[in-house]
C-alpha cells in the first residue's frame, strides 16, 4: 500500500519509535496525546513525552481531555485520514471514533493477545514470570484490548530483563511490526484473526501498592516481582532508615546452615551482597536505592545500616 494520511495517537516514550518510523514513509496529519501533566520541581504542567516529540518534529498536536465531544470528533474526521494509529495513548476511543478513518484505527499492544489486555503489560508479564511476550497489531473494537489480530511477533523475556529494558526492546518491536502491518495493510485486514476466547488475562494498572515486597512468597518469585517494578517505581521494602527499593535481586543457594524468618538478614555471600530470607529460598539483593538517595551495590548500603543476623526488613503495605 502507498503512501497514507495517518492520524497517530499515545502519550508516553514508548510509542516514539513507531511515529518516527511511520512519519519517514507516511503523511502524519496529527498527533494526538493525553493533557499536559504537573512535573518536576516546580509541578508546572508539561507535555507527555510523546507531545513534546512530536512538536519538536514540527507536527499538529491536540490534547483533548477526551473523544467523546462532538467539535473533537469533528476535527478528528476533517483530516480525512486514511488511517488511525493508537500506540499506549490511554484515552478510550469511542465508536464514533472508531468509524472515522477509511481503513479503522491499528493499535500496536506490548502483549501476544489475549494474554495480558488491559494498561501495564509489561510489567505483568514479567512479574507473572512469562519466558516471551511480544507485539500484537489489532484492529480496534469497542472492547479493551478485544478486537481482531493483523500480525504478532515475540520477545523472550531474559531472567536479567527488567521492565526498562524489556519497554525498551518492545518499543522498537512495536514501531517495525507497525510500519511492516501498514506496508501490507490489504493483506493484513484480510487475513485479520479473532482472539481466542481461552488465555484471556488482564494486565491491570501498576500503582505504588503493587510494588511493595511481601517476603512470605518464594526467592524466585520475588526476583520476577523486582524486575517488574524495575526501575520504576522500584519495588519497595522498609529498613532500619525509612523505605528501600531493591532494584535487582536473584534467587541465591541456601547454605545448609541458614534459618530465619521471611524477611529477616541472612548475611553477605562472598560479594559482600546482602541475603535475605523468603518465604521459600535466600534472596540475593545486589542493587538497592535508599530513601533520598541514588542506586547503590547492597554492600555499600550494609556499610551504612550495619544490619546483623535476623533483623526484619518490613514488606507492609503504605498506610
Known sequence: MGKLRIVYMGSPDFAIPALDLLAQNHEICAVYTQPPRRS?????EQPVPLARHALDMGLPVSWPTTLNDKDVQDELAAYDA?????????????????DIPRYGCLNGHASLLPRWRGAAPIQRAIEAGDSETGISIM???????????????????????????????????????????VASLDDALLHRTPQASDGVTY???????DAHIDWQTSAAELAC???????????WCNGPKGRIRILEA???????????????FAGQDDKGNMLMMTGDGILCVTLVQPAGKKPMPSRNFLNGVKLAIGDMLSGSHPT
Open 40 to 44: 518536576g520541581r516546580g509541578m508546572q
Open 82 to 98: 486514511d488511517l488511525f494509529i493508537v500506540v499506549a495513548y490511554g484515552l478510550l476511543l469511542p465508536q464514533a471514533v472508531l
Open 139 to 181: 484492529l480496534m473494537e469497542a472492547g479493551l484490548d478485544t478486537g481482531p489480530v493483523l500480525a504478532t511477533r515475540a520477545i523472550a523475556i531474559t531472567d536479567d530483563m527488567n521492565a526498562g529494558d524489556l519497554h525498551d526492546a518492545l518499543a522498537s518491536l512495536n514501531a517495525t511490526l507497525l510500519n511492516d502491518t
Open 203 to 209: 494486565a491491570a494498572k501498576i500503582s505504588g501498592a
Open 225 to 235: 516481582h523486582i524486575r517488574a517494578y524495575a526501575p520504576y517505581p522500584g519495588a
Open 250 to 264: 536473584q534467587p541465591a543457594p541456601l547454605p545448609h546452615d541458614t534459618a530465619g524468618q521471611p524477611g529477616s
